[in-house]
């Protein structure tokens, strides 16, 4: 699976929209972009995945680059509870098999008051 | 409640003994995953089953380590003779669809310390 490089930590204040970076440039065709996070002592939590399209549910929005090198995760109205580790991977999918979620260090990012 | 649950939640145990955890998945949910978290580093997958078969083993599940999932259902995780470096967070996830995209559901996780 394709490697991903995000921010460390990010700073957000609450009600603003949250806008998390992730660069993966040497993803393949076959390959999805998906997030999740972590909030403080839980599991992850899936929030959204995509392929070439943007795409948009009650928790987010991805936006995906047109060479698909690079995408956006974007909370809209951020709020204290968004506070977590938020994790970009890139993850190949086929009907003939599947692929397990290689995690990296993700961003940590605090939504304050 | 019917998200995947994890049994117990905390473990404190000294080194050399024995320790075993229990995941739940979500009921219908073919395919179950166990990851190990250590502080400050994201979740790093360890084995993984569909149904009863246990199909894949990372490199980091050392020969102490050893994974049932009877009947399909519920997972077992061993971890033998512990050592300190064992200590961390082991999370279960499941996930229903055979094929593409499907998303894993992660249970609360099992927090192992060994002294």
């Known amino acids: 699976d394709a490697k991903t490089t995000q921010p460390t930590s990010m700073d957000c204040a609450e009600g603003r929209a949250a806008n998390l970076p992730c660069n993966h440039s040497t993803i393949s065709g076959n390959e999805y972009v998906y997030w999740y996070r972590q909030i403080h002592s839980q599991g992850p939590q899936y929030i959204i995945h995509?392929?070439?399209n943007n795409e948009t549910n009650e928790m987010a929005s991805l936006i995906i680059t047109e060479d698909r090198k690079s995408s956006t995760l974007i909370l809209p109205h951020a709020t204290l509870r968004d506070t977590a580790v938020y994790y970009c991977?890139?993850?190949?999918?086929?009907?003939?098999?599947?692929?397990?979620?290689?995690f990296g260090k993700g961003t940590m990012l605090l939504v304050s008051p | 409640d019917t998200g995947v649950s994890q049994d117990p939640r905390h473990k404190i145990t000294k080194r050399g003994q024995n320790v075993t955890f229990r995941c739940d998945p979500i009921?219908?949910?073919?395919?179950l995953y166990w990851y190990r978290q250590t502080l400050g580093q994201g979740p790093e997958f360890l084995t993984y089953?569909?149904?009863?078969?246990?199909?894949?083993k990372s490199r980091l599940l050392s020969d102490r380590f050893s994974a049932e999932r009877p009947k399909g259902s519920f997972s077992t995780l061993e971890i033998q003779r512990t050592e300190q470096g064992d200590s961390a967070m082991y999370l279960c996830a499941s996930s229903l669809r055979a094929g593409g995209p499907g998303e894993q559901f992660f249970g609360p996780g099992t927090r192992l310390t060994v002294l």
């Open positions: 009921s219908e949910h073919n395919r």
């Open positions: 995509g392929l070439k």
């Open positions: 089953f569909q149904n009863e078969a246990q199909l894949e």
């Open positions: 991977i890139v993850r190949v999918a086929s009907n003939s098999g599947y692929s397990t979620l290689t």
